[in-house]
């Protein structure tokens, strides 16, 4: 209470800080709350193969990932740059697409059911098709993150651009900045809060393709390791390696969240007050 | 460009010029005709405004005049090119100054994105976006957003970009009518002091008569829609004027009344005499 008063009079700019001091305690106390439980009902079973305790799984995900340089660069680095260039050629082509369909209205109307139709597909099922086509190695993985993911980036930045207030592109025309400018400081900057979503929904279905492709026909990666502890009856290390991924992801979802806040400010400070 | 092919014309073409402008929305069945045939010219460095009832298409002739919009007969000229896109010399203040700046941007950026395209030394961008923003009494608002301003604040800003650009011509379309009657006049005042300090050309488009009396040189009234010219009035109120002396004046309350008369006429008129105003008329 005292630290939290204590921060916010050291910072009187952000004046939400108290609440956020708040809002950490809160979660990090049910995430405790969470553990102990799961520490206590394991003890409990007694079945150390099947249902190891906390601190066996975080004593393992410890030592055969975070203080293991190897597993970083052989199997972690791997994983993260599949994981990173694929949802990075999406993030561009997405964008890219999703503008120009956004653009014309009859783009979107003449495209809208061939992308639906399109996203429609559950990209695990593609997995065999790109093997036959790109055979096992990193692009196989790479397109495979690619094509699941580019829809919700596609989809949103169309709708993003398509829904620019008229009054702002008019300004701009009145104004004759140009086409580039246009696009650059008006379309895009305005449609940047859909573009967001969509970046978000896609980073998240890239991490379970990242796994996905590397369960079958993988010689590294995360999921290589997974399936390798797997076939070796290592429980533990299945174990460690699933709140691995866990981390993964919300460590992603963490960071894109504030590209996201920085980027927008004023989004939320337009949205708040109503204009 | 022709001279001699109206006799009314000097040799030297009007600064503005609306010819025969006429504007259908839509098309086939469902077109609907906006303007039926307005024209009327402003001078350089005056001050006109256009009023009429509403629905008249007031907006939509200065769309026209802008450039934004396509007239679908007749012609703007200014200096006597034929406008076709909008010149470079016009800037614009649109009533709507909520969705008009870009919210993204601060007040700083938002006056400075017109001026990107003029390549000027940074200097020279910098100093004119500071003294636009001293003109509209706010300097201190540069790092702020348009959204933590209120609503006559933002309409500032706008007129701030635009005079930041040195347009030598401005139109503004219904500028203040979505804020406070005190703001509104505070923003009068300020309008006439920047129309007086460059020189520019000002058409201006509002619904309210004694704002247009007020300001203006002249008045360009519209009829009922399809909107043709009423008539046009010259105001002949001396200047500076003054919110409190000058709408005191009996000049100003004849001629306000004056183009109230005109604007309340209940049949469109196909007879083009302003001075008769007062025939009770058949149902429209």
Sequence with gaps: ?275 | MAPGRDENRRLTPPFLEVRNLRFVYGAARAAALAIDDVSFSVGPGEFVSIVGPSGSGKTTLLRCVSGLMKPSAGEIRLHGDVVADVPAELAIVFQDYGRSLFPWLSVHDNVDMPLRRLRLGREERESRIASALAEVALPEAARKYPWQLSGGMQQRVAIARAIAYRPSILLMDEPFASVDAQTRADLQDTTLEIWRAHGSTVLFVTHDIDEAVYLSDRVVVLSRPPARVESEIAIDLPRPRDQIETRAALRFVELRADVARLIRRPMPSDTRTPAATDEPAAGA
């Design chain 1, 1 to 275: 209470m005292s630290f939290a008063n204590a921060d916010a009079a050291l910072r009187p700019r952000l004046s939400g800080v108290p609440g956020r001091v708040g809002s950490v305690a809160l979660r990090l106390s049910v995430l405790v709350a969470l553990i102990v439980a799961w520490q206590v009902m394991t003890s409990i079973a007694d079945d150390a193969v099947r249902w190891p305790t906390f601190t066996a799984v975080a004593g393992r995900l410890w030592e055969i990932w975070i203080a293991n340089p190897d597993a970083w660069v052989e199997s972690l680095l791997p994983s993260m740059a599949r994981l990173l260039v694929g949802w990075g050629i999406a993030m561009v082509v997405g964008i890219s697409l999703g503008t120009l369909i956004g653009l014309s209205r009859g783009a979107r109307e003449s495209v809208d059911p061939i992308i639906q139709f399109l996203r429609a597909i559950p990209p695990p099922t593609l997995l065999v098709l790109f093997i036959v086509l790109l055979g096992i190695g990193d692009s196989m993985k790479v397109a495979m993150i690619v094509f699941g993911v580019v829809w919700p980036i596609v989809i949103n930045t169309a709708d993003g651009v398509g829904s620019v207030e008229p009054l702002q592109r008019e300004t701009g025309r009145a104004f004759r900045i140009g086409f580039v400018d246009e696009l650059v400081r008006i379309i895009l900057p305005s449609a940047a809060p859909k573009i967001f979503a969509g970046l978000r929904v896609s980073l998240s279905i890239a991490v379970i393709l990242m796994v996905i492709s590397e369960l079958y026909a993988a010689t590294d990666g995360v999921g290589f390791e997974l399936v390798q502890a797997q076939r070796n009856f290592r429980s533990l290390d299945v174990w460690a390696t699933i709140v691995l991924l866990g981390i993964i992801g919300y460590t992603l979802n963490l960071t894109l969240a504030a590209v996201e806040g920085h980027v927008l400010r004023w989004h939320r400070g337009a949205t708040r007050t109503g204009g």
